[in-house]
């Protein structure tokens, strides 16, 4: 239940752009605030009753906050549903560069056998497992490959994608054919449905991905009462002291340097009396 609820809040920041619950709590009650304001302002032109006005403004704004939600729960399950078909494009993608040369060619292998009269019997067909996109130098590579064989059709058979610039050089070249097979299309090869991931392993890596997320967020708040700030924040409170005496403003210098050896203090103390979550044995 609590990695459900990891997974869920994950996917809500995504798709708002980075913004925390907090924030999106704010957000919802002032955006009803202003469609109940804006609301009676209307019906308080319309009709006589304030009483009447104030009852018709809450109807036409929970009506409003009810289609809200429902179009943001279907955006929502669209947005995951999205997001996991992604999620498990990549996974396969990377279980293909795992694959050992020869089990990679054999699913080529296959590909080619099931889909015989796609390839011209005198093409070449070549293979690139990476992570990167297809470059310039694999589609050169491969038509140097085709002319020393005597042969003008190439395919190319990729564990990624290809890059714009090897698409339109494969276009450029003159007297040879060259076709792409990217990881897309393997993955409708009987063989190939082997390696895609199961909802299991897509909500495990969903999990790791919300449980690293959350540790980058934790260590971004912590950040700032590092140990080793301990020492800036009291020189920078030292200099503003003593820049205090030097100004008109010196009541405002003070301030801060008693916010920043505020901060010192407080970093001093979380590194070295805080009480720490025990290790695990």
């Known amino acids: 239940m609590k990695g459900r609820r990891l997974v869920l809040s994950y996917y809500k920041r995504k798709l708002y752009k980075g913004r925390s619950a907090l924030a999106r709590v704010v957000d919802f009650f002032a ?24 009852v018709l403004s809450a109807t036409a704004t929970l009506t409003a906050s009810v289609a809200a939600e429902l179009v943001k729960s279907i955006r929502m399950e669209r947005f995951i549903a999205r997001e996991r078909r992604a999620l498990a494009a990549k996974l396969f993608r990377e279980r293909l560069v795992q694959l050992t040369r020869e089990e990679f060619f054999e699913l080529v292998r296959g590909y080619v056998i ?14 690139v497992q990476s992570a990167a996109p297809l470059s ?29 610039e090897a698409g339109e050089l494969a276009a450029r070249i003159e007297g040879m054919e060259v076709g792409f097979v990217t990881a897309d299309e393997i993955t409708a090869h009987g063989e ?21 997320e959350r540790e980058r967020r934790k260590k971004s708040v912590s950040k700032p009462f590092e140990r080793n700030r301990v020492r800036r924040y009291v020189f920078v409170s030292l200099g503003l002291f003593a820049l205090s005496f030097f100004v008109e403003q010196a009541l405002y210098f003070r ?27």
């Open 255 to 281: 301030l801060l340097s008693a916010a920043c050896l505020s901060f010192g203090a407080i970093a001093w103390w979380l590194n070295s009396y805080a009480p720490r979550e025990p290790l695990e044995n």
């Open 31 to 54: 955006l009803r605030l202003v469609m109940l304001c804006a609301a009676y302002l209307w019906f308080s032109t319309a009709v006589d009753s304030i009483l009447m006005a104030i």
């Open 114 to 127: 099931e889909h015989e009269e796609e390839f011209d019997p005198e093409c070449l067909v070549c293979t």
């Open 136 to 164: 310039e130098d694999d589609v050169l590579r491969a038509c140097r490959m085709a002319k020393t064989r005597g042969t003008d059709l190439v395919s190319i058979f990729t564990t990624s994608s290809v890059s714009r």
């Open 192 to 212: 190939a449905k082997e390696l895609l991931p199961g909802d299991e392993a897509i909500d495990a890596a969903v999990l790791a991905e919300a449980q690293r």
